[in-house]
Structures are given as structure tokens and as C-alpha cells.
């Protein structure tokens, strides 16, 4: 029983180890975080189109829930700036920026997305953050920190501008930057400066007057802080309010309010697609974060019960006035990097963060918007990676298609259609390239026991038999691909006796793919053709024992291809094919689909 618990509670596994200096550790990374996190927070909910005591409110209770059921023992949870913005875009069709339904949506969202997660969980389903492949989500975060960096320079030149998209953002900035507020723009260019600089300088400078790698580090990390205290106190002694920058003026000392909105179906459920999005987009961020962090120092996570964990803290977020959250980078990164031993940290940095919320706030009184803006833009720019795009196009021209197509629709369209058509693209393309499998036509490496392509090998191969390979698991996809294949080489060659399937990279077969097995052996057997296969793996052949196909083969099931054509005993004669040449065997004249099934790549 008390395994059973551990594994829905992990703060009983590690809660049994915890020691003195453990405690230590942990509450110097809290306080490191917390100076991190006030800014951070305040920045985000702004980002989120919400009042920035919000991004306060989720990162209190988030932060507790996560320690009780979080598998990570660095992972800091918090507002985040892709869920941030998602969550400007789903609230905006309820209600406008600012007004109370629009606050309200906000809470639903976090309350809808936690609540799959938590049934995600709970069914073991973590494997469906892999329908999101690593290129669509590099370019739906590219294009999202594109648009949210552009987003924020309004708040640079002080002026008024919106926008769903890059576009109408960059048409409203274009046609109001005449009314830029100087000061305004000093302080925000001078503070993006500032940030730019201390993320590419300052760890090397405090290197040099002696400081530890660590110190450096962390002290590098926290520089918005500086830019936080500098502002304001500028602000504060020349009053530049009163010259037109915007300060956060008062933020509310109260915390949470702990309840749920009241139930409206029709707005729920306009919510749950959006919501749906935000958990899958959040739960992906996070164990990226999360697993990198583990791998350092030789820890695992649980997929499975980090969606219970996340789950809990959104839910959390949602009863306590706050919106969703998952595991930021940044903050994990600072936390990690702080020493933080268990998830404890992360239930201190929560109560740092409410003692700032009640004492601290009406510090923050002159903090310019600029500055809030730079630190989200520094933030996010970190996140566009175009490097990658280049890597992918030079490694999978489909895998662009699906980066560049999410980029493009993100950036034109939004974020939740450019993130569902990355996904729908990526899972069609999939489709697309499994349904037109590579077969290879393959003989025997002289000397030896191995088979290779025809086209890449001098090999031996038979007049009377032949051997295809097929790289790609039989499915309802390629299945009837598999059929044409092989009709079209038995009519291309009358004297064919023996025909081998050489399967060692089949995973599956389902029953489309058994159905068009069973068609083939039919088929061959009319034409005098006996059918073989070799080199099935156990799982595969496991599932063919539970059918008549082995029954019905009118060939025999071998180990290897060597011992079928050795069975068979027939003459060979050598083909001196070239690996730098193309060729055609007489078998594949005249089909197309051999050629796009690779019989003709060199």
C-alpha cells in the first residue's frame, strides 16, 4: 500500500529522505527563485491581457500542488509565456482584455486544462504528448515568441496597438508609433540593452573578478531583478509618470480567493478546445524541462504522474484566482541551478511569493510596463530558434513542410490553429510517407551470410528467386502498396519460382496488412510462385499464430534469409551492381511504384 501511495504522492518517496541540509538547500533556491519569480509573474499575467497580481496568484497554490504530486526534484511551476499568450488568445473570444468575464475565463481555462491533465494521468496516457513532433513544437514556439516579442514592443514606444496576429500586430505598431513616448522608449530600450548585455556578459565578467561558476550563474540569471530596482527607483525620483510612462501603480495586497466560477455550459464548453490545447502545449513544455533536468543528475520522471502533477497545479491555479501554469524554463533552470534538492523548494518559493504579494507589492508601485515588457521579450527571444529550421530542412523535407506550415499559421492565423495544424500535417504526412513503404530488391553479399540492396551492393542473387525487404510495418496504409509490389515484379518475371519476404524491420501487421498477405500467397500460389518469409520478429509471428495464414502459406517461415535461400538450393549467378550508379533489375520494369518504393534508389 504504501508503494501504491508513493507513486500517486511522491512527496512520501522523497519526503522519508529529507534532512537538514536538504531543508537548507532548498529554501537558498526559494529565495533565489521568489527575487526571480515577483517580476516574472507580473510580466506574464500582463502578456495574458490579465491584472498583474494574477500571475501572482498562480504561483502560490500551483507551487504546493506540484510538490505534493510532482515527480520532478527541480521543475518550477509557474505562469509561462507560450500559455500566456494562449490564454489571451482563448479568453479574448469571451470577453474583452480587462473585464471581469474576461478575468473569469482565464480562471476556467486553468481549471479545464487541469482537469485533463489529471484524467490523462490517472488513465497512464503521457504517450500522447507524442502526437506533437519536436519540429512542430520548435515552430510553434519560434512563431509563438516572434509574436509575443512583437506583442510587447507597444509597451517599448509607449504607445497603443493590438493585434491577434504578426500581421495586425505590425500593421497597428506601424500606424501609432508617430505618438512614441520618449521617456518611455529610453527606459525600455535602455532596460532591453541592460537585459541583452547581462545574459551575454555578465556570467563572464563576474568570472573574471573570481566569482564561482555557480554564483555567476545564478546572479546572471536573476538580472531582470536589477532592472526591476533600477527602473523603479528612476521612475520614482524624476516622477516620469507624470511625462507619460506607464507604471503598474497599485497591485492588490490580498491573497487568493479560494472558489470556482459559477458554471456556465455554453462558456465551458466554448473553453474545452482551447483548454485542451493549452494542457497538451504545457504538458510538453514541462517534461522537456523536466527530463533535461533529471538527466543531470541521473533522476527519472514519471510522464504519467507528471500529468497528475501538472494536472493538480492548474487545478490549483484555477480555485485560487490564477490561470494556467506549467514548468518554465527559465525558473527551472535558476532553480536547478540554486541547488534545489527536492520539490519542497518549490512549496517555499510559494509562500516567498505570498509574503511578496501582502508586504512587497506597494514596492512595485513606479515598476514602468517597459520593463515588464523587456524582461518578457529577452525572455522569449531565448525561445526562436531559427537554427533549427535550417537543420530540419537539411535533414526531412516533410518535417519542414509540418514546421514551416505551423510557423506560417501561427504567426498569420494564431496560436491555437497554427499548434492543431502542425499536429494534423505532422500525422498526415506520417500517414503519407508510411503508405509508399521502401522495399528493397536485395541478394546475398558474396562470402558471407548477409543480404543487401541491389542497388548499393554486388551481391549473388537467383533467376529463380527473389528476395524483397521491406522496411516498414504492414498497415491499413501500404498494405494494398505491398500487393502492387508484388504483382507488378512476378508479371515482369515468368520464370520466378520462390518469392522471399524478408521482414526484419516489420513491428506489425495488422489486418489490413494480414488480409493482403493472404491475397498475395493466393495470387502467387495461382501463378506457380511459392511464397516465403524470413527474419519475423516474435511479436509479429505471435499474431500470425493466431490466424490461418501459416496454415495457408504455401511456403515455408525462416530464421533467416540465408538459411531459406540455402533451403531453396538454387543456382545463383553475381550481379556487379554499382552503389554510385542507378539500376533497373528486369523485375521492377515496368512499375512506378517500385520506384517510389526505392528499388531504383541508389
Request: proline content about 5%; hydrophobic content about 50%.
Amino acid at each position: 500500500m504504501a508503494f501504491r501511495a508513493s507513486r500517486y504522492f511522491p512527496i512520501l518517496e522523497w519526503g522519508r529522505e529529507y534532512r537538514r541540509e536538504t531543508l537548507v538547500n532548498d529554501l537558498i533556491a526559494a529565495v533565489i527563485v521568489t527575487i526571480m519569480l515577483i517580476p516574472q509573474s507580473l510580466a506574464y499575467a500582463m502578456l495574458a491581457g490579465l491584472p498583474p497580481v494574477v500571475g501572482l496568484y498562480a504561483s502560490i497554490l500551483p507551487l504546493i500542488a506540484y510538490a505534493i504530486f510532482g515527480t520532478s526534484r527541480t521543475l518550477a511551476v509557474g505562469p509561462v509565456a507560450i500559455l500566456s499568450l494562449m490564454t489571451a488568445a482563448a479568453a479574448g473570444k469571451i470577453a474583452a482584455q480587462g473585464s471581469p468575464e474576461y478575468i473569469q475565463a482565464a480562471v476556467i481555462l486553468a481549471l479545464l486544462s487541469g482537469a485533463i491533465l489529471l484524467v490523462l494521468g490517472l488513465l497512464r496516457m503521457g504517450f500522447l504528448a507524442n502526437f506533437l513532433s519536436h519540429p512542430v513544437v520548435s515552430g510553434f514556439i519560434t512563431a509563438s515568441g516572434i509574436i509575443i516579442a512583437a506583442s510587447q514592443l507597444k509597451h517599448i514606444l509607449g504607445i497603443s496597438a493590438g493585434g491577434h496576429n504578426l500581421f495586425e500586430i505590425v500593421v497597428s505598431l506601424w500606424q501609432n508609433i508617430g505618438a512614441t513616448n520618449i521617456p518611455t522608449l529610453i527606459i525600455g530600450g535602455a532596460s532591453l540593452i541592460f537585459l541583452f548585455g547581462a545574459r551575454k556578459y555578465m556570467k563572464p565578467a563576474l568570472k573574471a573578478v573570481g566569482l564561482p561558476e555557480k554564483a555567476a550563474t545564478i546572479i546572471t540569471r536573476t538580472g531582470p531583478v536589477f532592472a526591476v530596482v533600477a527602473s523603479i527607483l528612476a521612475v520614482a525620483l524624476l516622477q516620469l509618470q507624470e511625462d507619460g510612462v506607464k507604471i503598474l501603480r497599485e497591485v492588490p495586497r490580498d491573497l487568493p480567493t479560494i472558489g470556482v466560477p459559477a458554471f456556465d455550459r455554453e462558456i465551458w464548453m466554448q473553453l474545452l478546445g482551447s483548454a485542451a490545447l493549452i494542457a497538451l502545449i504545457g504538458f510538453v513544455e514541462s517534461v522537456s524541462v523536466a527530463q533535461t533536468l533529471a538527466a543531470k543528475r541521473r533522476q527519472r520522471i514519471s510522464p504519467n504522474q507528471e500529468l497528475i502533477g501538472l494536472g493538480a497545479s492548474s487545478l490549483a491555479a484555477g480555485i485560487s484566482s490564477g490561470y494556467p501554469v506549467t514548468g518554465g524554463l527559465a525558473r527551472s533552470a535558476v532553480n536547478f541551478d540554486a541547488g534545489a534538492e527536492t520539490p519542497a523548494a518549490g512549496a517555499f518559493t510559494a509562500i516567498g511569493i505570498a509574503f511578496a504579494t501582502v508586504f512587497l507589492t506597494p514596492y512595485l508601485y513606479y515598476l514602468p510596463q517597459a520593463v515588464l515588457a523587456a524582461t518578457i521579450i529577452v525572455a522569449v527571444l531565448s525561445l526562436v530558434d531559427l537554427k533549427a529550421i535550417r537543420q530540419v530542412w537539411s535533414y526531412s523535407k516533410s518535417d519542414f513542410v509540418a514546421m514551416a506550415a505551423t510557423i506560417l499559421v501561427t504567426l498569420f492565423s494564431g496560436v491555437e490553429l497554427g499548434v492543431t495544424t502542425g499536429v494534423a500535417l505532422s500525422l498526415f504526412l506520417h500517414l503519407y510517407n508510411t503508405s509508399r513503404p521502401h522495399f528493397a530488391l536485395v541478394g546475398q553479399v558474396p562470402g558471407t551470410h548477409h543480404f543487401r540492396n541491389v542497388n548499393r551492393h554486388a551481391v549473388v542473387i537467383s533467376d529463380k528467386a527473389l528476395i524483397i525487404r521491406i522496411d516498414e510495418s504492414l498497415y491499413f496504409a501500404n498494405a494494398r502498396f505491398l500487393e502492387d509490389t508484388v504483382y507488378c515484379v512476378i508479371s515482369n518475371r515468368p520464370d520466378l519460382e520462390h518469392l522471399v519476404l524478408m521482414c526484419p524491420a516489420v513491428n506489425r501487421i495488422d489486418a489490413s496488412g494480414l488480409e493482403s498477405l493472404e491475397a498475395i500467397n493466393e495470387r502467387l500460389r495461382d501463378a506457380s510462385v511459392t511464397l516465403h518469409l524470413s527474419e519475423i520478429k516474435g511479436p509479429v509471428m505471435d499474431r500470425l499464430n493466431r490466424s490461418h495464414f501459416l496454415e495457408e502459406l504455401s511456403g515455408n517461415v525462416y530464421l533467416n534469409t540465408y538459411d531459406a535461400m540455402e533451403d531453396l538450393d538454387l543456382e545463383s549467378v553475381q550481379h556487379a551492381f554499382s552503389r554510385d550508379v542507378k539500376t533497373t533489375d528486369p523485375a521492377a520494369i515496368p512499375c512506378p511504384s517500385l520506384a517510389l518504393a526505392g528499388f531504383e534508389r541508389a
